[in-house]
């Protein structure tokens, strides 16, 4: 068939334009995509794994090498544990046995040996060292072989009876901002981590009867033999965790089009923590903007104090899983969900503003008993649980300075009435002064600014000014000074 002249030209131009779009980058393609490959020995409690990193500097200086958190490095010896020696019994009820990761080969693309060493105590930092100096737009691919160790503790990492927590445990990259490389360590108290939102592709590898609760979406599942491939994708999140076992049961419902799932093994409860996250979910839409992800879950772990947060997951302690403790876990729940948005969608440097998440996922808790069980409620917990407490702990301490690094804090009671406590007071105050509903559309602002950024104590202080038309800085300074 002969085509007119005119449409070849149309063709033509279509096939040109394709090209363009193609070769073009997308408006994703600086964000770092994390490529892993891992298999689950259940057995030895050992993950072996294979890490693609692709890495674009998008600073205005120029890169000489990049650092990675090798946290699971933090669990090689008793003497270096993140805990408090009161923590250990509760950490460790069947006593120490190190965790660790060690590596098998790091390199450059096309396999190109890379130049690297360890940092920190127990190398908890891997610096390697670049071929060639990255400048800003420039790209480097790193690849890691590496296998995982997980120790016999119901933290954040390790595994319990019931669970298998997979949290902060492959190589993850450091935070390059106006400070330079963020190279904290495990602290003790409160979150010690800070990271910036990439892509994850993983592929994971488990016994076949192993029900895996992630970051992401489960994209496709395929059993062969005694084991199970999962191959999972995370778009635009701070971190990757899983948590496994074999006796989970999951119930889900769908909310605003997004799949809420609970996953547990204490019967009776697993459907009422289910109702916990879909009402939260359900308000924190309306209230802030609407959770960013397809999927997100609540799982029920040997985690041995109240929750954690991590991207689309997070882990409740499974002694909460109890008719005496019905009203905590749904607390901990609204809590840890609250964290999606201040913590996930909005990030923010955990070890030097913890202030800044803890005391606006608080103060957010606060918010949801207010809409689910009256503003009665809800001044009666803020006065009981977070004033009265703070007053508590001013009788035995003057030090309340929000000017401190997670290394500063000296016991959790501290940082508790410090990052939570005093945190949710100023949002409280905050609102008192504001008003209701320029309160809410600071939340609202302040969310749809800085989603999937990192954002500061003066950026929220600039949203506030920006929302009320007024000069806040004076408000902030009593509190902090």
Not at 97 to 106: A, P, T
Not at 283 to 307: E, L, R, T
Request: charged share 25%; aromatic share 16%.
């Amino acid at each position: 068939m002969r085509l007119k002249r005119k449409t070849l030209w149309a063709l033509t131009i279509i096939i040109i334009i394709g090209l363009i779009i193609y070769l073009l980058p997308t408006k994703d393609s600086n964000i770092t995509l994390y490529t892993i490959e891992a298999k689950y020995d259940d057995e030895n409690k050992v993950i072996y794994a294979t890490q693609k990193v692709d890495y674009v500097n998008t600073h205005d200086i120029s890169l000489r090498e990049v650092y990675f958190h090798l946290y699971p490095n933090a669990f090689k010896t008793q003497e270096n544990l993140p805990f408090t020696k009161e923590e250990l019994p509760f950490a460790y009820p069947d006593g120490f046995k190190l965790g660790f990761i060690e590596f098998e080969k790091i390199a450059y693309r096309n396999d190109i040996p890379a130049t690297y060493k360890f940092e920190e105590p127990n190398g908890e930092i891997l610096k390697v060292i670049l071929p060639k100096e990255l400048k800003k737009g420039e790209g480097i691919q790193i690849k890691m072989t590496y296998k995982v160790q997980l120790p016999p503790c119901r933290g954040r990492f390790g595994y319990g009876t019931n669970t298998v927590q997979v949290a902060n445990w492959y190589p993850i990259l450091s935070v390059y901002d106006k400070n330079g490389w963020n190279n904290d360590l495990y602290y003790v108290f409160g979150d010690p981590f800070y990271s910036d939102i990439a892509n994850y592709k993983v592929k994971l590898t488990v016994p076949k009867n192993m029900i895996v609760a992630t970051t992401g979406v489960i994209k496709d599942e395929k059993v062969s033999y005694d084991f199970k491939e999962l191959n999972i994708e995370a778009q635009k999140v701070r971190d990757f965790a899983m948590v496994m076992s074999p006796k989970f049961k999951v119930a889900e419902q769908e909310v605003d089009g997004i799949k809420v799932k609970s996953y547990y093994f204490t019967k009776d409860y697993g459907k009422k923590a289910l109702k916990f996250a879909v009402d939260a979910i359900k308000f924190y839409n309306d209230y802030i903007g609407k959770y960013p992800y397809k999927q997100y879950s609540v799982v029920q772990s040997d985690f041995y104090i109240g929750g954690m947060e991590y991207p689309n997951l997070v882990m409740i302690s499974k002694d909460l899983y109890t008719n005496s403790n019905l009203f905590n876990l749904e607390y901990v729940i609204a809590h840890e969900t609250a964290h999606q948005w201040w913590y996930g969608a909005v990030g923010n440097n955990q070890i030097k503003e913890s202030w800044l998440d803890e005391g606006l996922t608080e103060y957010t808790t606060i918010l949801y008993i207010e809409r689910y069980y009256g503003k009665a409620t809800a001044d009666e917990i803020y006065r009981h649980v977070i004033e009265g407490e703070f007053d508590k702990y001013l009788k035995t301490s003057s030090d309340t300075s929000f000017a401190k690094t997670l290394a500063d804090f000296k016991e959790w009671k501290q940082y508790t009435n410090i990052a939570y406590n005093k945190g949710a007071m100023v949002f409280h105050d905050l609102r008192g002064l504001i008003g209701d509903e320029a309160f809410k559309k600071v939340l609202q602002s302040y969310y749809k600014k800085y989603k999937y950024k990192i954002a500061t104590t003066q950026d929220l202080i600039d949203v506030v000014d920006s929302v009320t038309g007024k000069d806040t800085g004076g408000f902030f300074q009593e509190w902090f000074y």
